[in-house]
């Protein structure tokens, strides 16, 4: 996954989930640490590779998360300049030190150029019950920031207790000097 990052970069986003099987739980939980690194495609550097940076990410699994095969999805990020890349990564169970390793070709894209549209799980419009009045009593629907509405659109059904993480990214706010109000 990518989201847009400062300077035309690409925040990367590796989700992953972990075979239960292979895992030793001790009092209901395991220990397990990602790792590799990652290397940018390069045809002047030797093997074509240039080394640009490591991973090396803590994850405590639970037991009773995800089902009887899979733990839940787990994600490490990091940022990067538009290009190609290679990750070799892995993850290791701490207490047996079973290692389970894989490599992934991709491309971070470029949000410095083009135009930039709102991904389609966030749509940010104005609200049909706005007015110039804001009511302070009143709930309003999705998030607000000045006379922009964010609202949310999530593709999916989600049980009661589930947990979502939702990133909202919002660019070019500045503060007028005449009114000293916050403005896209």
Do not use: C
Not at 63 to 89: C, I, K
Not at 96 to 115: C, K, N, Q, V
Request: no cysteine; glycine share 10%.
């Amino acid at each position: 996954d990518f989201i847009p990052a400062q300077g035309g970069n690409a925040f990367a986003m590796v989700n992953f989930e972990i075979d239960k099987a292979g895992l030793t739980f001790d009092a209901g939980s395991a220990r397990v640490m990602a790792f590799g690194v990652i290397l940018k495609k390069d045809p002047a550097a030797p093997n074509g590779e240039e080394f640009l940076r490591d991973v090396k990410t803590y994850f405590d699994v639970a037991e009773n998360e995800g089902n009887a095969e899979q733990t839940d999805v787990h994600s490490f990020g990091m940022t990067l300049p538009p290009g190609q890349y290679r990750l070799a990564w892995g993850v290791m169970d701490d207490a047996s030190e079973r290692i389970a390793t894989t490599s992934l070709e991709f491309e971070a894209p470029s949000y410095g150029t083009g135009e930039l549209s709102i991904p389609s799980v966030i749509v940010a419009n104005r609200l049909e019950e706005q007015t110039d009045v804001i009511d302070v009593n009143t709930v309003y629907r999705g998030t607000r920031v000045g006379n922009i509405a964010l609202s949310t659109d999530l593709d999916g059904v989600f049980g009661r207790n589930d947990e979502l993480l939702v990133l909202y990214f919002i660019k070019g706010l500045a503060t007028d000097p005449a009114t000293q109000q916050v403005s896209f």
